[in-house]
């Protein structure tokens, strides 16, 4: 059964950064970062296809959040210029979507890593 591990959530002041870290135990087509806040549904935020490496982002990302992998497979969210609205549990997912920012054609999710941006 593939696993998927988030890392990296923590609480920082609006205006600064975070780098979240996501692990499958085995390989997959694409990783997408998720983020769920109470009340609310989950939303996609970025993703990335790994044999081509391109990329993808919700409006609400671009510009300020970067998604990438490394050559061991790890895939990172680099998140910069937090906002308070970017609060939120982040969920890390694994499968081979069509829809790439779609949470429900993901099939292997984290147990997410919450991200808080306060003053």
């Known amino acids: 059964q593939m696993q998927v591990v988030e890392s990296g959530g923590g609480s920082v002041q609006p205006g600064g950064s975070l780098r979240l870290s996501c692990t499958a135990s085995?390989?997959?087509?694409?990783v997408g970062w998720f983020r769920q806040a109470p009340g609310n549904g989950r939303e996609g935020v970025a993703a990335?296809?790994?044999?081509?490496?391109?990329t993808f982002y919700a409006d609400s990302a671009k510009g300020r959040f970067t998604i990438a992998r490394d050559n061991a497979g790890k895939v990172y969210l680099q998140m910069r210029r937090l906002k308070p609205d970017d609060t939120s549990m982040y969920y890390c997912?694994?499968?081979?979507?069509?829809?790439?920012?779609?949470?429900?054609?993901?099939?292997?999710w984290g147990q997410g890593t919450q991200v808080t941006v306060s003053s």
């Open positions: 990335i296809r790994l044999p081509g490496g391109d």
């Open positions: 085995s390989y997959v087509n694409t």
């Open positions: 997912a694994a499968g081979n979507p069509d829809r790439m920012l779609l949470a429900a054609e993901y099939n292997y």
